[in-house]
């Protein structure tokens, strides 16, 4: 078989909802550690790296602003070179497709992934998407379809048509919604229908024409945006009005459903959207009474019964068909068959203000991370962890003093217009309205217990003067 040359591209948006509380808006399911160790997103970065065998081709991610710094690390952690196009608001995978081919030239054959995906056997995806370039080179848009292993009623599904010349590819039948149990037990018996991947391979002129027939004004819209872009190393920036008025649509409703030249490949490998915690739960063995244990938990008596608890000991008894989830701010507590309502729950949540709704406790930034360990009236206490030759913006807060201590490393504080180098056990104190930086100068991670006390503690009392990131003032 031919090898093609082939330029990923990664669609890291997602707003984490259907996993909370792991998952929340701030810190999305693509970028939390699910499997050995690994993001969903470097585990995609790896994995297209492998499709392409030509050196110099460049991985693309399209991401919102507000995670570039998570997809950032998670491209150095995959050892993939990457351009980020960062959406300055979501506008579904339609105008996020349309960035990347205009990003693109116009003959690049382009394969669209989502970010948190699992599909573990990476050689057999390989040969997957080499089995779509035929069709794709001839003009069509090639989408992929996963061989269904059950009656699923969470996937769309795609039926096959016609066989086409090249012995791999089928004309896509029809699109089929989301079907209820009914209806999937039928489709299934068919054999003809593929579970919708939401994966595509299309040279960038043949996605663009469609999108000249079938959504122009989505098509004028990011044009605008990309002509007056803005790029910063591996940022492309698109200008910020003209893609907030571009309307959001899915590419299925957009495109697909409308375009007559769409190509299947059928996917008989293991995959998984990993859309609801019963799909997270299935990626642990279970034991011999069907329980799942990820992390600290112990059951007894109890069945089909999963617990995510990596932090502390999380013990069910006598519990059956339940998930339990576990994390340092939030616990949810579900029944299997009301997973897909979690959705409801955070909307809840976030109508509430309930911070918990959208952030974790663990904040990530671009310089480390800190973790909100305690708070009260007029105080809070974090901890917090600076990458090595990173530093924070030279700041000053108007409502709060700090008082730093150093746990581990060496940390190199700016004070008004001092410059203080602490170590292991050694500390310093912030003044209200001091202007102040800390900066790890060494080559591991620093390590430390910031202490806050004042009338305001929230994070928009920052004003920033001086910052390596791009953030603005009082901007976090």
């Known amino acids: 078989m031919k090898i093609h ?7 890291c948006g997602g707003s984490g909802t259907r996993l909370w509380p792991l998952s929340r808006k701030s810190f999305p399911k693509q970028f939390v550690p ?11 970065l790896e994995r297209v790296g492998q499709i392409s065998p030509h050196a110099g081709v460049r991985t693309v991610c399209v991401a919102a602003e507000e995670h570039r710094f998570l997809v950032a690390e998670a491209m150095l952690t995959a050892a993939v070179g990457t351009i980020i196009i960062l959406e300055p608001c979501a506008r579904n995978t339609t105008a996020a497709m349309t960035l990347a081919a205009l990003q693109a ?3 690049d054959l382009l394969l669209f992934c989502p970010a948190d995906h699992h599909i573990p056997d990476t050689a057999a995806f390989a040969v ?4 779509g370039c035929a069709a794709a080179n001839a003009g069509a848009i090639v989408t992929f379809g996963v061989v269904p292993s059950f009656p699923s009623t969470a996937y769309g599904y795609i039926q096959r048509g016609v066989l086409n010349a090249d012995g791999q590819s089928s004309q896509v039948g029809r699109f089929i919604e989301k079907p209820d149990a009914a209806k999937a037990q039928q489709l299934l018996l068919q054999g003809d229908v593929l579970w919708n991947a939401g994966i595509f391979l299309v040279q ?9 027939t079938h959504a122009p004004d989505i098509l004028a819209s990011c044009q605008q945006a990309m002509t007056r872009a803005i790029r910063d190393e591996a940022f492309v920036r698109p200008e910020v009005a003209a893609f907030t008025g571009c309307r959001a649509e899915s590419i299925d409703y957009a495109v697909l459903e409308r375009h007559a030249n769409v190509a299947v490949v059928p996917f008989a490998g293991a995959w998984s959207d990993v859309g609801s915690w019963n799909a997270v739960a299935d990626l642990t063995p279970p034991d011999t009474e069907g329980n799942r244990i990820h992390g600290q938990g112990t059951v007894l008596q109890a069945s089909n019964t999963y617990i995510h ?36 729950v955070v909307a809840q949540l976030e109508a509430r203000k309930t911070p918990q709704a959208v952030q974790h406790r663990k904040v990530a930034r671009p310089w480390g991370w800190y973790d909100s360990v305690d708070s009260g ?9 600076v990458h090595p030759g990173s530093k924070l913006s030279l700041q000053m807060h108007h409502h709060r003093a ?3 201590i150093v746990v581990k490393g060496t940390a190199l504080v700016t004070l008004g217009d001092k410059e203080i180098l602490l170590t292991e056990n050694q500390s310093t104190y912030i003044p209200l309205g001091v202007k102040h930086r800390l900066e790890n100068p060494g080559k591991t991670e620093l390590e430390l217990i910031e202490v806050q006390s004042g009338s305001y503690l929230g994070e928009d009392d920052i004003v920033r003067f001086e910052d390596s990131y791009g953030r603005v003032a009082v901007v976090v």
């Not at 009236?377 to 917090?384: G, L, N, P, S, W």
């Open 128 to 131: 997957m998407v080499q089995q």
């Open 309 to 344: 608890a990596p932090h502390r000991p999380v013990v069910a008894l006598g519990t059956s068909d339940l998930l339990i989830i576990d994390t340092p701010d939030a616990l949810l507590v579900a029944t299997t068959h009301h997973v897909e309502q979690v959705k409801q």
């Open 402 to 404: 700090e008082h730093w």
């Open 34 to 44: 699910l499997i050995s160790g690994k993001s969903l997103l470097q585990l995609t």
């Open 105 to 107: 030239q116009a003959e």
């Open 377 to 385: 009236d007029r105080y809070q206490v974090k901890r917090i962890t």
């Open 204 to 212: 960038a002129q043949v996605l663009i024409e469609a999108l000249r």
């Open 5 to 11: 040359e082939i330029t990923p591209v990664i669609l």
